[in-house]
């Protein structure tokens, strides 16, 4: 999957603080991950969600 524009939300920055998971890693699974859930009409944004693996 590509995209040009991330925005995570409070939520998601939070989590991904707590669990030790960068932006990096984030784009690496959007990237060769594979999307299992798409949310297209989510507002304010469409939602997807990816499974996948980074190794550091």
Known sequence: MYCENLVFSRHAIQQMFYRRISQKDVKTVISYGEVI???P?????PSYLNIGFYRR
């Open 37 to 39: 859930e798409e949310n």
């Open 41 to 45: 009409n989510d507002t304010p944004y």
